[in-house]
C-alpha cells in the first residue's frame, strides 16, 4: 500500500455579512476535476515554489516567515500558506485581499481598476503571469495580516491525492464581486452555512468531510465579526486527519473505531 | 510485486501460486496466504480460516486435482479451513502430530498423516520436506519444496510485521532457535503465511534474531529502572518504541522473553514480580 506524502496546501474561507446574515464564498468544482469532482469547496489549492519565495515574504502584510512558522508549529516556510491563501483566493474567486501602501484594504471599484485586474486574472489562470510580481508591479501588499488561521486538515491516507492543507477565513473586500465575469469555468455563489447544510443533508449539496465541518462551526456565528473573533480565540488548532475503514467509511478522530482503522498497526505493519 | 488482494490469484513461480483469505487486520496483515504447489496433482499450504469465500476461490482454483492439503500450525487463520476443502476434494491432510492446547488452536485438527521433522512427502511432480520450527507454535511446520528453495514459512516468518510468541505454547527460545536453523539450508526466497515473498531469506533470519536479541536486551536494561517490576511496569518501557494499541500484543512477547531470561536464570519471578539476577546480566 503506497503511503502518499501530502502536499502542503492552502484553503480560504471568505466571508461577508449579508442582509440574510453571515455567508461564505463557495465555488463548485467542474466535473472534469481531477481532485473532489463537482464538489462544492472553498477556495484553495497545492502551494505554489514562489509561494515560499523571498519577494512573496517581503510583501506579507504585518506578518513575517518566523511567526507564521510559529502559528502553524512548522520550522519554516509558514509563510508560505498564507500567501498561496491569498493567490488562491485571487486566482479562484477574483477577491484580492491586499493593502495599498497606506495599509487600506484594495477595493477595485473603478471601472478602468476592474477591467485591469480581470485581465491581471486571467493572465495568471492562463500562467502568463505570475501572482507575486503583479502584486509588486501594482504596488500591493499582501493583507496577510486580515486571514486567520483556523483549521487544519490532512486527506486520509490511501486517497489518491493527498493534501496537508490549512484553513484560513477572511472578511472579503467589498464591492469586490465586479470581477467576476462569463468566462469564469467554476460556479461561484456566497452562502448562508446553515443553508448549504441544509441542501447537503437533502442531498443537493455535495461537500466533503472538511467543508462540512466548517460549515458547521460557521453556522454558529450570526456575523462575520462574531466568527472571526471566536476564530481568533482558538488556542490549538490540532491537525485532523480522517481515516477511512475497510469498508469504506469515513472516521474523524474520537469518532468509535478511529483508532484502529487504517492506521500501519490496523493493517498488520509493525514490528515489536 | 504489488499489492496482495484477498482472492485474486498471484502466481509465484511457474509451480506456485497464492490466493490470500479475506481475513486482513492487525494480526493478519493484508490476509492469510494460501499456496498451491504443482501442475497436475497439487498441493495446498494454509487453506486459512473457515471462510465460504475463501472455500470458493481456492476450489476455482484447485478444481479436483487437490490431492494434499498441508498445514504449517493450527492457529484459527490456518488451518480450519481445512475441514470443508477436504470435504469438497478429498484431499489428504497433513501436519504435525500434537496439537497443543491452550486455546488458540483448531481444536478439530487431525492430520490422515501426521509429520515430523525432516520427513519428506513426494507429490509426484514436486517434494515437500518438513522443518519443524517451534517458537510461535510448537507444532509449527516450514515447508520446503525442494529443489526450488522456496520455503512457505506460515507463521514462523511473516512480511510486513514480527510474529507473536504466546506463552505458554510460544516458546522464545525455542523461536531464535528455529530462525538459526533457516540459516542451515540452502534457500532461495520464503513465501510467509501473511504478506509478499521475501527474497532474502538468511538476511531476513539474521535481521529477526538480531531484532528479537535487541529487545531481550532492552527487557534487561528495564530493570535498571525498576528491579524487582511487574510485567505491566516493564512493559511501556521496553516497547517505548511501539504504538500502545499494540501493547497488548507486545505483553505476550514481553512475557515469552522473561520466560527465556529466566530459564537462562538471568531473571527470578516471585508472584508474579520479576527481578534481574544480582548477579548482573
Ligand atoms: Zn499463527
Redesign the pocket.
Given at each position: 500500500m503506497s503511503e502518499l506524502t501530502p502536499l502542503p496546501a492552502a484553503t480560504v474561507t471568505l466571508i461577508r455579512d449579508s442582509e440574510a446574515g453571515l455567508e461564505v464564498l463557495m465555488l463548485q468544482r467542474n466535473f472534469q476535476s481531477g481532485f473532489m469532482p463537482g464538489m462544492h469547496v472553498f477556495p484553495g489549492g497545492a502551494l505554489d515554489e514562489a509561494d515560499y519565495s523571498a519577494q512573496a515574504c517581503a510583501l506579507c502584510s504585518g506578518l513575517d516567515d518566523a511567526t507564521a512558522s510559529g502559528i502553524l508549529r512548522v520550522r519554516g516556510g509558514g509563510l508560505g500558506y498564507w500567501v498561496a491563501a491569498v493567490r488562491e483566493s485571487f486566482e479562484e474567486a477574483g477577491i484580492l485581499l491586499a493593502c495599498d501602501p497606506d495599509g487600506g484594504l484594495v477595493v477595485l471599484d473603478e471601472p478602468e481598476e476592474i477591467d485591469r485586474f480581470r485581465a491581471h486574472r486571467h493572465a495568471l489562470n492562463a500562467g502568463e503571469k505570475e501572482f507575486i510580481a503583479l502584486c509588486a508591479a501594482e504596488n500591493l501588499r499582501l493583507a496577510t495580516d486580515r486571514l486567520v488561521y483556523f483549521s487544519h486538515w490532512i486527506t486520509p491516507q490511501g486517497a489518491p491525492r493527498r493534501y496537508d492543507t490549512r484553513f484560513f477565513a477572511a472578511r472579503a473586500p467589498q464591492a469586490q464581486d465586479a470581477l467576476h465575469d462569463n468566462l469564469e469555468t467554476i460556479a461561484h455563489q456566497w452562502v448562508a452555512p446553515g443553508a448549504a447544510l441544509a441542501a447537503h443533508a437533502e442531498g443537493r449539496f455535495n461537500m466533503r468531510t472538511p467543508t462540512l465541518k466548517t460549515l458547521e462551526m460557521f453556522a454558529r456565528h450570526e456575523t462575520a465579526d462574531a466568527l472571526l473573533e471566536a476564530l481568533r480565540a482558538r488556542q490549538e488548532v490540532p491537525a485532523i486527519l480522517p481515516r477511512i475503514t475497510r469498508d469504506g467509511r469515513r472516521l474523524l478522530p474520537g469518532d468509535p473505531g478511529y483508532e484502529e482503522a487504517d492506521s500501519a498497526e490496523g493493517r498488520g505493519k509493525w514490528e515489536i | 510485486m504489488g499489492d496482495i488482494v484477498p482472492g485474486v490469484i498471484a502466481r509465484i513461480n511457474d509451480l506456485v501460486i497464492r490466493i490470500t483469505a479475506p481475513n486482513p487486520g492487525m494480526m493478519t496483515g493484508p490476509g492469510t496466504n494460501s499456496y498451491v504447489v504443482g501442475k497436475e496433482e497439487l498441493a495446498l499450504i494454509d487453506p486459512g480460516p473457515e471462510s465460504e469465500t475463501h472455500l470458493s476461490a481456492l476450489l476455482g482454483a484447485v478444481g479436483k486435482r487437490l490431492r494434499w492439503i498441508f498445514c504449517t500450525?493450527t492457529?484459527l487463520?490456518?488451518s480450519p479451513g481445512a475441514r470443508a476443502l477436504k470435504a469438497a476434494t478429498g484431499a489428504q491432510l497433513l501436519g504435525f502430530a500434537r496439537t497443543p492446547a491452550d486455546g488458540r488452536q483448531d481444536p478439530d485438527f487431525v492430520p490422515d498423516q501426521a509429520l515430523r521433522d525432516g520427513d519428506i512427502v513426494d507429490c509426484g511432480g514436486f517434494r515437500l520436506r518438513a522443518v519443524h520450527t517451534p517458537g510461535?507454535?510448537s507444532n509449527h511446520l516450514c515447508y520446503l519444496l525442494e529443489g526450488q528453495a522456496l520455503l512457505f514459512t506460515?507463521?514462523h516468518v511473516m512480511q510486513g510485521s514480527t510474529?507473536v510468541i504466546s506463552p505458554p505454547d510460544g516458546d522464545m527460545a525455542a523461536y531464535l532457535h528455529s530462525l538459526e536453523r533457516l540459516l542451515s539450508f540452502e534457500l532461495a526466497a520464503l513465501a510467509p503465511?501473511h504478506g509478499l515473498v521475501i527474497e532474502t531469506p538468511h538476511e531476513e533470519a539474521r535481521r529477526l534474531i538480531a531484532h528479537r536479541l535487541k529487545r531481550e536486551r532492552k527487557v534487561l536494561d528495564a530493570f535498571d529502572r525498576r528491579n524487582p517490576a511487574h510485567l505491566d511496569e516493564l512493559l511501556p518501557i521496553v516497547y517505548n518504541d511501539a504504538h500502545p494499541r499494540l501493547h497488548p500484543v507486545a505483553r505476550r512477547s514481553l512475557h515469552a522473553h522473561l520466560i527465556k531470561l529466566q530459564r537462562e536464570g538471568r531473571v527470578v519471578e516471585t508472584e508474579g514480580a520479576w527481578m534481574r539476577d544480582a548477579g548482573g546480566c
Open positions: - | 500450525h492457529h487463520d490456518h510461535h507454535a506460515g507463521d510474529v503465511g
